[in-house]
Structure formats: C-alpha cells, structure tokens
C-alpha cells in the first residue's frame, strides 16, 4: 500500500518550530516509505487565517528543504488543498451523516448551552452538550427555523462505547465516549469544525498515517467516531509529545525564537534547524548527532518516536548550528552574512564589488570558528573595517605600557610598508621575523600589535584581520593608538 501522510496547518500565523517538526517527520517518513507527502491548509478560521501566513508557512518549508509532493502550489489529484474550497464536499458529507442519524441539527443557543454547562459544572460533571435538539421532528425543527434560528449540525455521539486508537506512538489508548458530548460538526455559518473537515481531508486524499503534535491526541477520538459512521477506515496515528523549554514549562518566545523564519533571519542554516527539530522527540539508534536529511530518511522510525515531551535547548541548536557553519563553503557563508553587515552599514545595500565580496570571504572565514548563527557577524566586524581601534582597557591597556612597545611598533610599521601585499603567509612571515629580530618571545610582539590594532586581547587571529583591514587602517589603528597611549 502506498504511505500518504500530509502536513495540515492552520495559515495563522507564522510557521513555529514545532509546526516545522511535525511537517518534518510526515516528510521523512514519506521519504522512507517512498509514499507521498502532502501539504494543505486549514483555513477554515476566516478570521485568523490569512494568505500571507500560508505564504509564510510554505516559505519556511522550502527553506527547510521540506518538499511535498502534493498539495498548495504543487497540486494533485486530490485537490482542492485549501479547506475553503473543499466546503461543497464538506455539505456532501454533511448530508451522508444527517441522512444517516449521525448527525443532527442543532438549534440551541449561546445563552442555553451556557446554562447547561453551568448546571453540568455545578453538580461537578464534565461541561457538554446533553442532547437537547437530538430528537426534534421535522415540525420542530420549521418552528425553529421560523423564528430565524440558524442551525448548528451535532454529531450524535453513541453511548457507552469505547474507542481505541492504535498509536504508535502511544500504543492502544482508549477514551470513553460518555465523556464526550455530541460536538459541532459544521457551525451555523456553514463552516466545517476541524474535528469533522480534517476527517474528510484525511480520507479522500487517502491518507495513510496520520503524524502531528500530541495536543491533537484528545481529538482524535472524535475523529475516529466520524470514520466509523461513514464505514471508512481509519488511518494509523502517531502523536509527537509536546516540545517544552529546558524548565519544563511550554516553550514560549522568552526561550528564544519560536518561528522558522526567525531563525533564517538570525543566520541560522536551514540543514541545522531540519537536523535539530528531527531531535526533537525522536532519537536515532547511535550514538550520532549529525544528520543530513537523506541520512534522517535513512535513519528514521516510528517506534523510535518518543513518548515523553521533547526539550528545546537553544544552546544545542547554536552547538549544531556552529558545527554546520565551520563546514559551509566561505561563499555561501559571505552570502548569508551580507544583510547583517548592510544592516549596520558597514557594506552598502545591493550588489557588492569583487573587492567587498573577497573581504566579506575573508571576514566569515576568519570567524566562521568563533560564532554560532551569522547574525553574530555584527559583534565582530570591527575587528576588520575602519581605522579606529576600540579602546583598550585594564590588562590590554598594561600590555601597551611595556618597554618593548614602542620598538615593536616602529619595526612593523617598517615592515608593513616594505612588504608588497598583505596576505595571510606574508603577515605570518612579517610576524615571525619581528620576533626573531627583536629576539623577543612571540607574546612581546603579537599581544601589543593585537592591542594596538584591536584594543583587545582576545579576537580573531592576527594574519586574518591585518590583511582584511589593509595596509591603511593597520597603520592609521596604530598611529591612534600610539598618539593615545604612547604620545
Ligand atoms: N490544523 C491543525 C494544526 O495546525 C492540524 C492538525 C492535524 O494535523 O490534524 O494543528
């Protein structure tokens, strides 16, 4: 049989990490089974739902590299992929459960159900519909109907029965259908309810295993309930625990970012954050932690989904994200930095020259060791461009004070206007031979030029920034320095 399962989210807002993650294991596991990965939109919520949120939503998937074979902007035979331009098949539907005595239609009011949840809560039961309009005649209903009530349609919820549903995740987990009132299947406005469209979704496009969030799992009997009634068959289900943040708690935007794109704009590679969410209640066999998304397809199960809640550590994500940018080609690194130093100004907006593009190489190159995401570029730019140093303070403003400074700084002043270009090798030969001649031990000479240049003593490494600031700004960071240090 052919695997089908699909990604369904509601265009609400942007993509959310944990969205990613269940589009992300529907993926794979299509990928796996060779199956069909569908992706459609429950936009049924017309308030909420908007064109620019599905936008988003598909955007952050392409950036994942998240593919589908089926679905909004790719199409297919099962089609249309918007719930909203799925309602004529919803009423066909609608009418099989009416016609059938699974469903009901339902006349009462906000005021009365109010009522009766509050009655329902005063005696400590659970707050649900009793049942009040299941048995009006046709007359009953015309009375209604004339006094301008506009009808909801209730699934009729059979008593005493208990549902199962085969999770693999969860295993067999039953609910009891007392404690579910006969719920809204389509609202007054005509508009399908999520319990009862995601139900007609699933089974006309034939879907096969149904993967998303554990928040899902107490809907899932009310589904179950609606494929019974029509003599379909259910799909399989496996529900992804929760994703909480290292306390514990649900994750929120204080534990960091909580959408796709906001990791994209901070920097972040796409290969990191697909690699870091498959870690996000699944665990791989062995002991590694590096995956590709060909090796996740390879690697992933089901059964190794786990059932306890997921953690997000952001530190993790910025371990994972560091190890794929030491690994990324210097282009592509430049590519994704170039925003973040525009946004400071330091590079103009639009197309670069050669010259500003092979500085920006070198600059990502230099720090592509010490940074986590590339919008920490901004935190180090100085280092490479201007003729101003920072200014010196406590320990870097006593190297400057000792006794060799002042000849450390005539000698690579000479040096560095003998020398023809400023290389990498050649800094590092220039450096060298400034040891051997002033016969002095390498952190007599490299810590002042470090503080004169930088005024730090800590950075990037010394070949790196003189060659990226030029000839230039090195001489003008050491005459700003001498002139306030040494004067
Ligand atoms: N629209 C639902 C959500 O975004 C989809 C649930 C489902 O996959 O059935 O959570």
């Known amino acids: 049989m052919e695997i089908r399962v699909r990604f369904a989210p509601s265009p609400t807002g942007p993509l959310h990490i944990g969205g990613a993650r269940s589009a992300l294991f529907n993926y794979l596991w299509a990928c796996k089974n060779k199956g069909t990965f569908i992706v459609r939109s429950e936009d049924t919520d017309l308030e909420r739902s908007s064109r620019e949120s599905e936008h988003n939503i598909l955007e952050s998937l392409r950036w994942l590299n998240i593919q589908w074979n089926e679905g909004i902007e790719v199409g297919g035979e099962h089609g249309p992929y918007r719930q909203t331009d799925r309602l004529a098949l919803y009423r066909e539907y609608t009418e099989k459960l009416v016609d059938s005595g699974h469903a009901y239609y339902c006349y009462c009011t906000e005021e009365e159900l109010e009522q009766e949840r509050q009655a329902l809560s005063a005696k400590g039961?659970?707050?649900?519909?009793?049942?009040?309009?299941?048995?009006?005649?046709?007359?009953?209903?015309?009375?209604?109907?004339?006094?301008?009530?506009?009808?909801?349609?209730?699934?009729?919820?059979?008593?005493?029965?208990?549902?199962?549903?085969?999770?693999?995740?969860?295993?067999?987990?039953?609910?009891?259908?007392?404690?579910?009132?006969?719920?809204?299947?389509?609202?007054?406005?005509?508009?399908?309810?999520?319990?009862?469209?995601?139900?007609?979704?699933?089974?006309?496009?034939?879907?096969?295993?149904?993967?998303?969030?554990?928040?899902?799992?107490?809907?899932?009997?009310?589904?179950?309930?609606?494929?019974?009634?029509?003599?379909?068959?259910?799909?399989?289900?496996?529900?992804?625990?929760?994703?909480?943040?290292?306390?514990?708690?649900?994750?929120?935007?204080?534990?960091?970012?909580?959408?796709?794109?906001?990791?994209?704009?901070?920097?972040?590679?796409?290969?990191?954050?697909?690699?870091?969410?498959?870690?996000?209640?699944?665990?791989?066999?062995?002991?590694?932690?590096?995956?590709?998304?060909?090796?996740?397809t390879e690697a992933f199960s089901l059964?190794?989904?786990?059932?306890?809640?997921?953690?997000?550590?952001?530190?993790?994500?910025?371990?994972?994200?560091?190890?794929?940018?030491?690994?990324?080609?210097?282009?592509?690194?430049?590519?994704?930095?170039?925003?973040?130093?525009?946004?400071?100004?330091?590079?103009?907006?639009?197309?670069?020259?050669?010259?500003?593009?092979?500085?920006?190489?070198?600059?990502?190159?230099?720090?592509?060791?010490?940074?986590?995401y590339m919008a920490e570029v901004k935190d180090f730019v100085h280092y490479f461009h201007g003729d101003v140093p920072m200014e010196p303070e406590g320990e870097a403003l006593e190297v400057l004070r000792g006794e060799q400074v002042p000849t450390v700084f005539g000698l690579f002043k000479e040096k560095l206007q003998a020398v023809e270009s400023l290389s990498e090798a050649e800094v590092k030969v220039l450096l060298k031979q400034m040891t051997k001649e002033l016969k002095l031990g390498g952190k007599f000479v490299y810590m002042p030029v470090r503080v004169a240049l930088t005024g730090q003593m800590h950075g990037p490494e010394l070949y790196d920034i003189i060659p990226l600031l030029g000839r230039e700004n090195v001489l003008k960071r050491l005459e700003v320095t001498e002139k306030r240090y040494l004067g």
Request: hydrophobic share 40%; proline share 6%.
């Open 125 to 296: 039961e659970t707050p649900r519909y009793l049942g009040k309009c299941r048995t009006l005649t046709s007359e009953q209903r015309a009375v209604l109907e004339k006094e301008g009530r506009k009808p909801v349609v209730r699934f009729r919820v059979p008593e005493g029965q208990a549902i199962h549903i085969m999770d693999h995740v969860r295993g067999d987990v039953v609910f009891d259908s007392n404690g579910i009132g006969d719920y809204v299947i389509v609202k007054s406005d005509g508009i399908p309810t999520y319990n009862f469209a995601v139900v007609i979704d699933d089974t006309t496009m034939n879907i096969t295993h149904v993967i998303r969030g554990e928040e899902h799992l107490s809907n899932t009997p009310r589904q179950v309930l609606i494929y019974q009634a029509l003599g379909l068959p259910t799909p399989e289900f496996a529900h992804i625990s929760l994703i909480l943040n290292t306390e514990g708690g649900k994750m929120s935007k204080r534990d960091g970012d909580t959408a796709v794109m906001d990791y994209q704009k901070k920097g972040y590679l796409p290969e990191a954050i697909a690699n870091f969410i498959a870690l996000l209640g699944w665990a791989p066999s062995g002991e590694e932690e590096f995956y590709t998304l060909d090796e996740l």
């Open 303 to 372: 059964d190794r989904v786990s059932k306890s809640p997921a953690v997000f550590d952001l530190q993790k994500l910025n371990y994972m994200n560091a190890h794929y940018l030491k690994k990324a080609a210097p282009e592509r690194l430049a590519e994704l930095a170039l925003p973040h130093v525009q946004e400071i100004g330091i590079l103009p907006q639009g197309e670069q020259s050669p010259e500003q593009q092979q500085w920006l190489i070198g600059v990502v190159k230099a720090i592509s060791e010490k940074i986590a």
